[in-house]
């Protein structure tokens, strides 16, 4: 049996569900009023994005961990068959990770091509669409990381999903805004520019609101973040910083489906 | 009766030859009478005319001492070859029509520029073309002065080595119309001018401001379109101005502003449009201003309001998708916002009168954060910054309390 074979029956799975279909409708909702009353310009695109950074995190961690508790009766079926535990995960994840992407990207993907505004600000959109993909890998993969470490314990499971989306796109942030009151004094550009990438939600919110030249109206930070971000060493590692975000669970993951008594 | 009309013709008969028989014709031609601009001025009358034929001259420091009309037919080119001023006016009644004046000199010691006016009035310049002067036009002690249709343009890339499109020190009743000034240091340099009327004029691209006034009283600004500069507009030090239906553009960058007003009292700004700049109006030490139907449009700050800046009035403008409305550098607030309509209000209006029931507080907290601690704009559009404004809407504590707008419009001003 194929990680592709697995892949196709969930998705099927998922259109059933209906949701799914469901959550690719809000963003189409949303791209297209956005884009109808903000203008198609830039920020149509800056109000997508803060759309974009808000649900996708939640939705994709909290249905990781959902999907894995639904699904157990499925996945002890599948381990009984001849196949082994890597192709099973591969297709537990693709079937869930894969359609999450394409609802996302058709959302908003859809409206932006009938409205024009991927010819008209092209680098702009796609750098939108890939940085949401991005996105809904990592935290699908980190919602499948909480849910196999509490497999059994549900409750836990899904409150610490809570909780580390609370982190990421809340308390994260205040922890940086405490930071800069206390040392405000200092020269603090470098130290939160590090302390802001290692926040996958803050990395992309900051690559938009660079992309969309938002950095002239942060003066000397705005300066200092722009050209780190415009160089070739700043994109090579905020990319990398990504892959890790998405790599890192997923190989936590993985040993643990491995290693698990089911 | 017929004896008043006799003495009526008899006058006219006295006064007719007076004015028509001293005017000449002079032509200037590569193989004309005179070849040489220098040459035909020193040959004329006052109030001749100078025809200029199509050609390349290259003749720099050129004194027009005498009142004349000079009128180019063709491409006349005016070549100063990097030396010097090109033409230089010293009398009153001077009209210069259809020429290009190109290359003056540069220098770190005199302002060379392609026309200088010096001390004149009555003069007329129409139709001119300038092209990589170090200052374009520059006035100086001039009066009753027209300058109509110019187009002005230099390619300067450093501030130090360039110098004004239309440059006016010391001069009153200057009518500026038509003009475009593109890549000088300041597109228009006023400084201790009286009663200029700048109206349809287009300033873009330059280095530094695209108009630049200090102790400049009465002066008016119309239908002028300031866009792409690099520090957008800065005026300074004057009063009773008026600065009506122009467009402040583009202006982008960590020190650009639309329009930054620095000590300008009793002034009126009126029906502008500030849209994409990174601060649209800047405002510190200026008192009794009337800010009445502008739209602020997709800036970075609509309004930088200063504490030391007293009794002015907000009334009927519109704030769009600016990212910070208003923003200011202190809780204490003595302006006045009255019936503006704000994008970023959220109230409702339940009388149905037009104006929303609750006070809308266009300064966020955020704003007032990053004010403080300009990293913290690293946060901006994060929840967290979401929902500490939201708070602080409903109970505000550190925003200044007097700064709201008690009756906000529902709807966008026409």
Same mark, same amino acid.
């Given at each position: 049996m194929k990680a592709t074979t697995i892949l196709t029956y969930q998705w099927k799975d998922l259109l059933r569900g209906r949701w799914i279909i469901g959550y690719g409708m809000v963003f189409l909702l949303f791209t297209d009023v956005l884009i109808r009353f903000g203008g198609g310009g830039p920020r149509a695109l800056l109000s997508i994005s803060n759309i974009m950074l808000l649900f996708i995190p939640l939705v994709s961690m909290i249905y990781g961990?959902?999907?894995?508790?639904?699904?157990?009766? =499925?996945?002890?079926? #599948?381990?009984?068959?001849?196949?082994d535990r890597k192709t099973l995960f591969w297709g537990l994840f693709g079937g869930l990770a894969v359609p999450l992407s394409l609802a996302f990207a058709g959302g908003v993907g859809l409206p932006l091509l009938y409205m024009g505004v991927l010819f008209s600000n092209g680098s702009e959109a796609l750098m939108l669409l890939v940085l949401g993909i991005a996105l809904t890998l990592l935290?699908?993969?980190?919602? =499948?990381?909480?849910? #196999?470490?509490? =497999?059994?314990?549900?409750?836990r499971g899904f409150g610490f999903a809570l909780i580390s989306w609370l982190f990421l796109a809340v308390l994260y942030d205040g922890i940086i805004m405490a930071v800069v009151f206390l040392l405000g004094d200092y020269p603090l550009e470098k130290p939160i520019l590090i302390l802001s990438m290692l926040n996958p939600i803050d990395l992309a919110r900051?690559?938009?609101?660079?992309?969309?030249?938002?950095?002239?109206?942060?003066?000397?930070?705005?300066?200092?973040?722009?050209r780190f971000f415009s160089g070739a060493v700043g994109i090579s590692i905020s990319a990398s910083v990504i892959m890790l975000w998405i790599g890192a669970p997923l190989w936590h993951s993985v040993n643990l489906f491995n290693k698990k008594d089911f | 009766?017929?004896?008043?009309?006799?003495?009526?013709?008899?006058?006219?008969?006295?006064?007719?030859? @007076?004015?028509? !028989? /001293?005017?000449?014709?002079?032509?200037? *031609?590569? &193989? @004309?009478?005179?070849?040489?601009?220098?040459?035909?001025?020193?040959?004329?009358?006052?109030?001749?005319?100078?025809?200029?034929?199509? @050609?390349?001259?290259?003749?720099?420091?050129?004194?027009i001492d005498k009142p004349l009309t000079i009128i180019g037919e063709g491409k006349v080119v005016i070549d100063g070859e990097g030396k010097g001023f090109v033409l230089i006016i010293r009398s009153d009644s001077?009209?210069?029509? &259809?020429?290009?004046?190109?290359? *003056? @000199?540069?220098?770190? /010691?005199?302002?060379?520029?392609?026309?200088?006016?010096?001390?004149?009035?009555?003069?007329?310049?129409?139709?001119? !073309?300038?092209?990589? &002067?170090? %200052?374009?036009i520059y006035l100086s002690a001039a009066s009753d002065t027209q300058l109509t249709g110019n187009t002005i343009t230099a390619s300067g890339t450093r501030e130090t080595s360039s110098g004004n499109g239309i440059h006016l020190w010391y001069s009153k009743n200057i009518t500026i119309t038509n003009n475009r000034v593109e890549g000088h240091r300041d597109g228009f340099y006023f400084e201790f001018v009286e009663d200029v009327y700048l109206t349809g004029n287009l300033s873009k691209h330059n280095l530094r401001y695209g108009l630049h006034f200090m102790f400049s009283d009465r002066c008016a600004y119309e239908h002028n379109v300031f866009q792409s500069n690099g520090a957008g507009v800065a005026v300074m030090y004057t009063k009773n101005v008026e600065i009506k239906h122009n467009h402040f553009e583009d202006n982008w960058g960590s020190a650009s502003y639309g329009l930054l007003l620095k000590e300008i009292n009793n002034s009126r700004i009126e029906? &502008?449009?500030f849209i994409n700049n990174s601060i649209a109006m800047y405002v510190e030490a200026s008192s009794r201003n009337r800010i009445y139907r502008n739209t602020f449009s997709q800036n970075g700050s609509g309004v930088k309001l200063m504490a030391n800046s007293t009794d002015n009035t907000f009334t009927e403008n519109n704030f769009l998708?600016? !990212? %910070?409305?208003?923003?200011t550098n202190s809780r204490q607030n003595f302006n006045e916002f009255n019936k503006n309509y704000w994008s970023q209000y959220e109230g409702y209006d339940l009388d149905r009168d037009g104006l929303g029931d609750i006070p809308h507080r266009p300064v966020r907290l955020f704003a007032l954060v990053t004010e403080r601690h300009p990293q913290a704009l690293i946060l901006l559009r994060s929840l967290l910054v979401g929902i500490m404004d939201a708070a602080e809407r409903f109970i505000p504590i550190m925003t200044p309390e007097t700064l709201v707008d008690l009756q906000p419009k529902m709807r966008q001003i026409q």
């Open positions: 961990v959902l999907f894995l508790y639904q699904s157990r009766e =499925f996945t002890e079926l #599948l381990l009984a068959q001849p196949t935290f699908t993969g980190l919602g =499948f990381m909480l849910g #196999l470490r509490f =497999f059994d314990d549900r409750i900051i690559i938009i609101l660079l992309k969309f030249d938002i950095s002239a109206l942060m003066g000397y930070t705005g300066a200092v973040f722009s | 009766m017929w004896a008043k009309v006799k003495c009526c013709l008899f006058l006219v008969a006295l006064i007719l030859p @007076g004015q028509y !028989t /001293i005017a000449r014709q002079i032509v200037v *031609s590569q &193989n @004309g009478e005179t070849g040489s601009l220098r040459e035909a001025i020193r040959m004329a009358e006052p109030h001749d005319s100078l025809i200029i034929k199509e @050609g390349h001259y290259p003749e720099h420091d050129v004194v001077v009209a210069i029509k &259809n020429l290009e004046v190109h290359r *003056s @000199g540069r220098s770190f /010691i005199e302002d060379y520029a392609g026309i200088l006016v010096e001390k004149s009035s009555d003069v007329v310049l129409e139709q001119l !073309t300038l092209t990589d &002067n170090f %200052f374009g029906n &502008n449009a998708s600016n !990212t %910070f409305e208003v923003t």
